[in-house]
């Protein structure tokens, strides 16, 4: 009758509070366990790098890695989509991003000192981290490893750059000064201004995987990806392309003039002696 059915509402409704307020609580209590251990993970020595190779899509050979961040917490890798944000959040990220910024370029420093041909590492950097201050960090980290700023490469978001477009230009500049190129990451999801390519020196634009995935069936995908190729060629820029996971999507990406190429179809992220093997294996002259 109604009121069984009244009572039932009420009881269950009292019932999805309660779930709820338990699941928020313990969303709240696992985030502030996450921010406390990544206040700690520097110093614990929990973070690494893996590399993931980029292949010249013209020869086949390695023209370079990008190294992406791991961290160990809890006994788990927890993915850095869900420890950066928070890191971002709570003010953490440039410990981290100096860290990263090191440590790639003296793994780099490294492999040039034992012969292995890795031409150039590209490093993420976080939105927040992108301010003036970023320059000295760089500065010092070449400095510091000797590691050359002809063969580093920053990657940066359509986000980044945007918010103040005066700043971003002296940075660009002096970056570009330093000899360390620039690469859009993630392109086509940001605020993609055609007018941000013309008007900042970027080296290198990085098709996001979302456009790479319906390669070579979705007609959408076809054409945001065959215009980037266009716009990105008459503006002499590299193209790489992100999310590779397939041979026919590494035709389609050939066929239309894209010069690299990044995804599982051809290497998962890797230890640096993985890494080795991999370039020992595919740079032979
Ligand atoms: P991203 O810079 O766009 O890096 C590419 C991501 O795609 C990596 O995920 C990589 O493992 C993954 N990936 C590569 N090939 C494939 C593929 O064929 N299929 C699929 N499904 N995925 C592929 P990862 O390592 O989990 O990193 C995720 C994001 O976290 C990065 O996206 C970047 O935005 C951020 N990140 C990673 N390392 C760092 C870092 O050191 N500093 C900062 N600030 N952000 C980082
Ligand atoms: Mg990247
Ligand atoms: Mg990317
Ligand atoms: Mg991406």
């Not at 050979?61 to 990008?66: A, D, K, N, W």
């Not at 002296?170 to 360390?180: A, D, F, H, P, S």
């Not at 690299?260 to 179809?265: E, I, K, N, T």
Request: proline share 4%; glycine share 8%; hydrophobic share 40%.
């Amino acid at each position: 009758n109604a009121d069984t059915a009244l009572y039932h509402a009420k009881e269950q409704g009292r019932n999805n509070y309660q779930f709820y307020s338990v699941e928020m609580n313990e969303k709240a209590s696992s985030r502030l366990r996450v921010e406390h251990g990544l206040r700690q993970a520097l110093e614990h020595q929990e973070f690494f790098l893996a590399y993931q190779p980029l292949y010249s899509l013209i020869d086949g050979r390695v023209t370079g890695c990008e190294a992406l961040i791991r961290w160990k917490h809890e006994g788990k890798l927890m993915p850095p989509a869900e420890f950066i944000p928070l890191a971002e959040e709570v003010g953490l990220i440039n410990g981290i991003g100096d860290w990263v910024l090191h440590e790639a370029c003296r793994q780099g420093a490294y492999w040039r000192e034992a012969g292995v041909g890795i031409p150039c590492i590209a490093v993420n950097v976080s939105g927040a981290q992108f301010k003036e201050s970023l320059l000295a960090t760089v500065t010092r980290a070449l400095e510091k490893t000797g590691f050359p700023g002809e063969n580093l490469v920053l990657e940066l978001t359509e986000t980044a750059l945007m918010l103040d477009t005066t700043k971003t230009e002296r940075i660009l500049l002096t970056l570009q000064k330093m000899g360390v190129r620039v690469a859009l990451d993630d392109f086509g999801t940001g605020y993609s201004s055609l007018a941000y390519l013309k008007r900042f020196p970027i080296d290198k634009l990085k098709i996001d995987r979302a456009f790479i995935d319906g390669l070579p069936h979705d007609s959408d995908d076809k054409a945001i990806t065959a215009s980037i190729l266009d716009v990105s060629r008459h503006l002499g820029l590299e193209t790489v392309a992100e999310g590779v996971e397939t041979q026919e999507q590494a035709a389609y990406l050939t066929a239309h003039g894209c010069d690299v190429a990044q995804g599982y179809f051809y290497s998962y992220p890797l230890s640096p002696d993985e890494l080795e093997t991999v370039i020992s294996k595919s740079n032979v002259i």
